[in-house]
């Protein structure tokens, strides 16, 4: 047995039960044919008055399916936009006319590509809170979902392989 004193694994113990499995984390929603995966966004600072939520759809049906908005009371506005570099500008512009979830496919909505909006914010987005938004549709309809907000560093991944949440 190891020579350490009991602090120490109590300590251990602790820390272990402080970090969120992947399971926890993860979260998602279900609309017919379309899943929806882990929706979530980055905290953002006093004054910040907008906020992006990422999240990816899979569409398991015959028949391609759109994204046509979303809406939350967290902001006075949401939109969809992406995101592209023009050399060393960052562009980032709404996209009209919603965005195409392939049939047999997946959409995502990622940090450096689509994603959703925040306009607006009514109060900063605080680390572990929840964004309620609607998400809208062409063929499945209205689904209620959850962003989880985690921290300003995050990627979304789920803590083993997110290296901002190991401490890196």
């Not at 998602?28 to 907008?50: C, D, E, F, M, N």
């Not at 949401?78 to 592209?84: E, R």
């Given at each position: 047995m190891l020579n350490r004193p009991a602090s120490f694994f109590a300590a251990a113990l602790m820390a272990a039960a402080a970090v969120p499995s992947a399971a926890v984390l993860a979260h998602?929603?279900?609309?017919?044919?379309?899943?929806?995966?882990?929706?979530?966004?980055?905290?953002?600072?006093?004054?910040?008055?907008?906020g992006g939520g990422f999240l990816v759809v899979t569409n398991s049906g015959a028949k391609d399916d759109k994204l046509?908005?979303?809406?939350?009371?967290?902001?006075?506005?949401?939109?969809?936009?992406?995101?592209?570099?023009?050399?060393?500008?960052?562009?980032?512009?709404?996209?009209t006319g919603g965005l195409t979830v392939p049939a047999h496919g997946k959409l995502e909505l990622k940090p450096g590509g689509f994603h959703v909006m925040f306009l607006g914010l009514k109060a900063p987005l605080a680390l572990g809170a929840k964004v309620p938004a609607t998400l809208t549709f062409q063929r499945a309809g209205k689904v209620k979902v959850e962003f989880a907000v985690e921290p300003i560093t995050s990627t979304?991944?789920?803590?083993?392989?997110?290296?901002?949440?190991?401490?890196?």
């Open positions: 998602g929603y279900k609309a017919g044919a379309l899943s929806i995966a882990h929706p979530w966004s980055r905290q953002t600072a006093p004054g910040q008055t907008v046509v908005s979303v809406t939350s009371p967290v902001a006075t506005e949401v939109q969809l936009h992406t995101m592209s570099m023009d050399g060393d500008v960052m562009r980032m512009r709404q996209v979304g991944l789920a803590p083993a392989m997110d290296h901002d949440h190991a401490g890196h």
